[in-house]
């Protein structure tokens, strides 16, 4: 989703003479023999020490699952120990993903150790991943210079014309290109079902008959696909904001566009509410206006002379992902329009929008996953006569959302057939949490996941937050925490209240938010 496959499912392959039950082999030696991960301390980052709670490892994979003898990569793996001896106490392997396709899961590890009750975090193994391609697992995948290829300010997103159209194909296509001539090796293996494959090598290495799996955003996909291939191999389940898997990926991208129009209007109506403070109109028609011609307005003359109309909306999608930065964009927004003050515009570029090496290595595997997992319309006349149609519905993201997926027209590999996502009677009940307007995930596509995984309860939340749990949300949080402590679910769905809205603020927020009350976005956002 915006920041964030083979046929061999079923197929029993022997290796070594292990297979597992659900027919797909468990590679041995330096392919994942079970039990053999090495812990040892982690690497420190520049400017961060290292945790001494947590251990790295790397876990050897195959390639293509179908040649488990063949060419192998390495996947990054991280773990904060469980504090129990493995006995009756010992609940196990908690594996968690926080989605993308492209982000990291090691950075998730801690956050959610330090999230869950003690009762609960010191009675798993927390391990987090990094996917094929990404972070720490070798290699990892980058394709253009991401100081030149997204220099600020880049061309608006909203062509006004056929030059300005042409301008944008040009760079997607030349990213694309780019991907191929440097990863031709790689790209056919960048697939939802290869990095299910791979969970289940690392579940392997682990010595894990099960592992339990807490994923977010299209982590909840990958969940999905990783218990329609090996059921008995799970747990404990949990999906929290879901992804709808019939729409990979092309409808899904169209569906989130009128998903984000609403949120958006949601904040519109917001800072309506808040005239008093803002000053940027007492209607969401007065502040709908006053967006888009702030927006006219950095086109001619970006702030800065860096945040023109596509980092305008690169940093106010975060805004569709959580209520809590709406004071501080606000601010911002009002600094600038009211006193011509560019330095919070500025600030959250820096913060939200700025695109580094990491940025490039996740979008780069956003794009493999997606392009390659399902087919794409190929003629560009297909993507205008869609985004023409929805931009007169859906004008804050229809534009800028496609042309972030605009490189799977010229993908170097051809989309495949996603796996068919279902439940089994082999599965343990499945917790599902979702936001009720979700822009990312929308709430139809988690019951179009629910359809599928008919054992699964559901606690919704009525805000509009993407990454529902450990975010302060309590009656969220308790019933995540019972399930993973013994399995308890409720006996039918739960409403949850949303979090109180956030209150206006004419001072800029603090800016670091990790393991605060942005809960997950906090985490994924930081610099």
């Known amino acids: 989703m915006k920041r964030v496959v083979g046929l061999v499912a079923g197929v029993a392959v022997l290796v070594g003479g292990i297979v597992s039950a659900d027919g797909m082999a468990l590679a041995s030696g330096a392919r994942g023999e079970p039990g053999t991960v090495a812990w040892g301390p982690c690497p420190s980052e520049a400017g961060k020490a290292a945790s001494a709670e947590l251990e790295c490892a790397t876990v050897r994979v195959p ?21 129990v001896s493995r006995d009756a106490n010992h609940l196990g392997t908690l594996l968690v993903n926080p989605g993308g396709p492209g982000a990291s899961g090691r950075a998730l590890t801690e956050f959610v150790a330090a999230a869950l009750p003690r009762d609960v975090s010191e009675r798993y193994d927390i391990v987090g991943f990094d996917p094929r391609g990404v972070g720490g697992s070798e290699p990892a995948v980058h394709c253009v210079n991401p100081e030149t290829y997204f220099k600020a300010p880049r061309p608006d997103a909203v062509p006004h014309g056929e030059a300005e159209e042409r301008v944008l ?9 780019r991907c191929g001539n440097l990863w031709a090796w790689l790209l056919p293996y960048l697939t939802t079902e290869s990095s299910a494959r791979d ?22 996909y990958l969940g999905a696909v990783y218990a329609t291939l090996f059921p008995t191999r799970v747990k404990r389940l949990v999906m929290d904001s879901t992804i709808d898997p019939t729409e990979v990926w092309y409808e899904s991208n169209l569906k989130q566009n009128s998903a984000f129009e609403h949120r958006h209007r949601q904040l519109l109506d917001w800072i309506a509410r808040h005239n008093s403070v803002y000053k940027l109109g007492a209607t969401s028609k007065q502040t709908s206006f006053a967006y888009y011609a702030m927006r006219d307005r950095l086109r001619v003359r970006p702030a800065g002379g860096v945040v023109g109309p596509s980092e305008l909306d690169d940093i106010f999608t975060i805004a569709g992902y959580s209520d809590r930065v709406w004071p501080q964009f606000a601010q911002a927004w009002s600094s600038y329009v009211r006193q011509g003050d560019v330095n919070g515009l500025l600030a959250l570029y820096d913060k939200h929008g700025k695109d580094d090496a990491e940025d490039e290595n996740g979008y780069a595997i956003y794009l493999g996953v997606q392009c390659t997992d399902a087919k794409w319309p190929r003629e560009w006349a297909t993507w205008r006569t869609d985004m023409t149609r929805m931009h007169r519905q859906a004008p804050f993201l229809t534009w800028p959302n496609a042309w972030f997926n605009a490189p799977c027209a010229f993908w170097p590999v051809q989309g495949g057939t996603p796996v068919q996502v279902k439940g089994s009677a082999k599965l343990p009940p499945i917790l599902m949490i979702q936001s009720r307007y979700d822009a990312a995930t929308p709430y139809k596509g988690a019951l179009e996941m629910r359809r599928h995984f008919p ?34 679910l409720p006996s039918r769905d739960v409403e949850c209240a949303a979090l109180p809205e956030p209150k206006a603020s004419e001072h800029m927020a603090a800016g670091r938010h990790a393991g605060g009350p942005l809960g997950l976005l906090g985490l994924l956002r930081e610099k």
């Open 169 to 177: 194909l040009s760079r997607a296509a030349d990213f694309a290109n």
């Open 455 to 488: 054992h699964a309860t559901m606690v919704i939340e009525g805000g509009g937050n993407h990454g529902v749990s450990l975010s302060g949300n309590k009656c969220v949080d308790d019933r995540l925490a019972a399930y993973l402590r013994d399995g308890t």
């Open 199 to 220: 969970i289940d090598s690392i579940r392997a290495a682990l010595g894990e008959e099960r592992i339990s799996y807490l994923g977010y955003s299209y982590g909840t």
């Open 63 to 83: 390639l293509d699952h179908r040649e488990p003898w063949g060419q192998t990569i390495a996947l990054a793996i991280n773990r904060i120990k469980a504090k």
